[in-house]
């Protein structure tokens, strides 16, 4: 991507801007510092010694999703497809996410698991474990680089300095603050965060729309642009998925992203799971995941359409500017959809505001690196290190090793954020990790987890052939074998690795000794006591509106009436 700190491309930051930045910074290295008092076992450091109530995980479960390539690259995906986004929020998120609430938490959190690759070793044995710990921490490595790259992207633009620069000073200040204080301090700061970068993005939509003329004046506008009506209905989505058929579409939107490729990611994903688990019981664990539904519901308004409004109104991005990146080119401007949210501030907000939503773009980048690395350092050090290379070290030794880990880990974020680089819109990107890395997993995750029969053996082989699999499909709509644009390779790779491993584990399974019934107790569903599943509902956890069931419910409803009215 080039360099965008040309005059034309710059953010006109004024000295309150700056002093509004500054003032941030402060108060986030200050809760990672007050955190750190708070420090003194690695369960402290990993899981915030399970203290937190449920609306402080709630907010920091959908902050640390709200991360760089969630804000940006879903405006970039609102300028390139238009309302066919909403799709990974209402489809591809929201069930899933009540779905993690009700099933699956009571077994995560009743089991007492460090990490979801830990739940896996209960299960299936070291195979399973040791695929999915390295398989969790690679991916965790490459989405942290995404996240990475976008904060200097800002900071490039911001004050002009080259972006290898920018990389590091922004993923130092990251470090500081995760490595000082652990998830605790990332998730206090998570809960900021998710406030400041709403109170950045309200304001841009607002003005935004009322330059364009409301929404029927960008709904005229984006009818007479190069993707023409068909951006302004969600269903069936043919831009985004890539098929011609609308059958084919709506099935790859249902099956892939919004089975495969969502149970995937929210109920196996330990970047969110470990909110979740940090919780101090068992029902404000089940309601971390619904209470950050109700957010997620609404961010679409205030990331997808500020995408629309940018792809119609910003210079760079309109005309044959658009076009071109669309046809796989690359625009005259140097723009890419990623910048569309930075042309937009930069054409619309008035300093002082500009500042703020600057420090919005900042606080979502670093929400979700730091939500990258603080489950990273969880998994590499009880997971791998601790289970495989270290075993039976006094407490603080791993907690001096989660600090040391947390900063490898940032050395190799600075390394792949170059991988992100080479993407004009990175929801392509992440959506192709997601089908590597989480949809073989939940595969395995979900028939292991109901099914008692299945072994050891057809965990780990299960887990492989679904990820080869998933390459093999990327592989193909690379090389222009299989002509899938949009992100249709990426469902359809999802689709295909969730298949396989179904299949590959079902063969294996056949062939092979399952383990003793007595072993699976609290693993397997038919085998748990419906009692150890149960939540608290006396003391903090009392009142309907404590009770997950309910709050699902009314979720559930708000959500299906979105899809029919857009």
Same mark, same amino acid.
């Given at each position: 991507?080039?360099?965008?700190?040309?005059?034309?491309?710059?953010?006109?930051?004024h000295a309150i801007d700056y002093v509004l930045l500054a003032f941030y910074f402060v108060l986030v290295l200050g809760i990672g510092y007050l955190a750190r008092k708070q420090v003194s076992s690695s369960i402290d450091f990993f899981l915030s010694g399970r203290s937190l109530p449920a609306w402080v995980t709630g907010l920091a479960? =959908?902050? @640390?999703? +709200?991360?760089?390539?969630?804000?940006? !690259?879903?405006?970039?995906? /609102?300028?390139?497809? $238009? %309302?066919?986004?909403?799709?990974?929020?209402?489809?591809?998120a929201i069930p899933a996410m009540l779905f993690l609430g009700i099933v699956m938490m009571p077994f995560y959190y009743g089991s007492k698991?460090?990490?979801?690759?830990?739940?896996?070793?209960?299960?299936?044995?070291?195979?399973?474990?040791?695929?999915?710990?390295?398989?969790?921490?690679l991916a965790q490595i490459l989405i942290a680089g995404a996240n990475l790259y976008l904060l200097a992207s800002v900071v490039n633009l911001?004050?002009?300095?080259?972006?290898?620069?920018?990389?590091?000073?922004?993923?130092?200040?990251?470090?500081?603050?995760?490595?000082?204080?652990?998830?605790?301090?990332?998730?206090?700061?998570?809960?900021?965060?998710?406030?400041? =970068?709403? @109170?950045? +993005?309200?304001?841009?939509?607002?003005? !935004?729309?009322?330059?364009? /003329?409301?929404?029927? $004046? %960008?709904?005229?506008?984006?009818?007479?642009?190069?993707?023409?009506?068909?951006?302004?209905?969600?269903?069936?989505?043919?831009?985004?998925?890539?098929?011609?058929?609308?059958?084919?579409?709506?099935?790859?939107?249902?099956?892939?992203?919004?089975?495969?490729?969502?149970?995937?990611?929210?109920?196996?994903?330990?970047?969110?799971?470990?909110?979740?688990?940090?919780?101090?019981?068992?029902?404000?664990?089940?309601?971390?995941?619904?209470?950050?539904?109700?957010?997620?519901?609404?961010?679409?308004?205030?990331?997808?359409?500020?995408?629309?409004?940018?792809?119609?109104?910003?210079t760079e991005l309109q005309g044959e500017n658009k076009q071109a990146l669309i046809d796989g080119g690359s625009a005259p401007s140097g723009a890419t959809f990623n910048d569309a949210l930075l042309l937009l501030m930069r054409d619309l907000l008035p300093n002082g505001v500009l500042g703020v939503a600057i420090a919005g773009l900042l606080a979502s980048f670093m929400a979700g690196m730091a939500a990258n690395l603080s489950s990273f350092n969880t998994v590499f050090t009880y997971d791998i290190w601790q289970a495989y290379i270290k075993k039976d070290k006094p407490d603080s030794y791993y907690l001096n090793m989660g600090r040391w880990v947390t900063a490898g880990a940032t050395i190799l974020a600075i390394g792949t954020a170059a991988i992100a680089s080479q993407?004009?819109?990175?929801?392509?990107y992440l959506q192709q990790l997601f089908s590597f890395f989480n949809a073989p997993l939940f595969a395995t995750f979900i028939l292991g987890m109901f099914w008692k029969r299945m072994t050891p053996a057809a965990a780990w082989i299960g887990l492989l052939s679904g990820t080869a699999s998933a390459i093999v499909v990327f592989?193909?709509?690379e090389t222009g074998v299989w002509d899938l644009p949009g992100q249709g390779a990426s469902f359809i790779g999802a689709?295909?690795?969730?298949?396989?491993?179904?299949?590959?584990?079902?063969?294996?399974?056949?062939?092979?000794?399952?383990?003793?019934?007595s072993e699976l107790t609290g693993l397997v569903y038919s085998l748990t006591p419906r009692e150890s599943l149960k939540r608290s509902t006396t003391g903090e956890d009392a009142g309907w509106y404590r009770n997950p069931g309910l709050l699902a419910g009314i979720v559930l409803v708000l959500t299906i009436a979105l899809n029919i009215a857009f």
């Open positions: 991507m080039p360099v965008l700190a040309a005059a034309n491309l710059r953010l006109d930051a479960f =959908i902050s @640390a999703n +709200l991360g760089a390539i969630e804000v940006m !690259g879903m405006s970039a995906n /609102g300028a390139q497809y $238009g %309302l066919p986004t909403a799709h990974y929020f209402w489809i591809g698991v460090r990490s979801v690759p830990e739940f896996m070793r209960r299960r299936f044995g070291t195979g399973a474990h040791l695929t999915n710990g390295i398989s969790f921490a911001l004050l002009g300095w080259p972006i290898w620069v920018s990389i590091v000073v922004a993923a130092v200040i990251v470090l500081a603050y995760t490595a000082l204080g652990g998830l605790s301090a990332a998730i206090y700061n998570e809960v900021l965060q998710f406030f400041v =970068i709403v @109170a950045a +993005l309200v304001p841009l939509t607002i003005v !935004g729309l009322y330059k364009v /003329g409301g929404w029927d $004046g %960008l709904a005229d506008k984006v009818t007479g642009g190069p993707g023409g009506a068909a951006q302004l209905e969600s269903w069936p989505g043919n831009q985004l998925t890539g098929f011609g058929s609308n059958f084919l579409s709506v099935l790859g939107l249902v099956f892939g992203l919004g089975f495969v490729l969502s149970f995937g990611y929210w109920t196996t994903n330990f970047v969110e799971v470990q909110r979740a688990m940090a919780s101090k019981s068992m029902s404000a664990a089940q309601r971390t995941p619904i209470i950050g539904a109700f957010p997620k519901m609404l961010i679409p308004f205030i990331v997808i359409i500020p995408g629309m409004i940018a792809a119609v109104t910003v993407y004009s819109n990175l929801m392509d592989l193909l709509a689709g295909a690795a969730f298949v396989v491993d179904i299949a590959v584990s079902v063969a294996v399974t056949m062939v092979t000794k399952p383990r003793e019934a």
